[in-house]
């Protein structure tokens, strides 16, 4: 079975950066999307951003031009790299893969179970 387990959230100030990493486990042989969502309390799930094998990043407006994605398709792992931070960013921040290839199953879609990151004013 495959799971993705992200790392790196916590609190900082309005104006740091945090970094965000996701690694796949389950004996996965490539992963066509990565990236990350966020769910703010009271909102509903929004993308953030994500990266396609073969493909730039693509970012949402909010955090466009602060909010970086990187993959290492070896290692099977997305990191994000979270500049300028805002407080309106405090959300629980959520690795997604799509297109997930294991060696004896194929999985559409899977989710981390989340890292919280709040930002201060």
């Known amino acids: 079975q495959v799971q993705l387990a992200e790392s790196g959230g916590g609190l900082v100030q309005a104006g740091g950066s945090l970094r965000l990493s996701c690694a796949a486990s389950?004996?996965?042989?490539?992963?066509?999307?990565m990236g990350w969502y966020r769910q703010a309390p009271g909102e509903q799930r929004e993308l953030v951003g994500f990266?396609?094998?073969?493909?730039?990043?693509k970012y949402a407006d909010s955090v466009r031009g602060r909010f970086s994605i990187s993959r290492d398709n070896a290692k099977n792992t997305v990191t994000l790299q979270m500049n300028n931070l805002r407080p309106e960013d405090t959300a629980f921040y959520y690795c997604?893969?799509?297109?997930?290839?294991?060696?004896?199953?194929?999985?559409?879609?899977?989710w981390g179970r989340g890292t919280l990151v709040t930002v201060s004013s």
């Open positions: 997604n893969a799509e297109g997930v290839l294991t060696r004896t199953a194929n999985y559409n879609e899977v």
């Open positions: 389950g004996d996965v042989f490539s992963i066509r999307v």
């Open positions: 990266m396609a094998l073969g493909e730039s990043s």
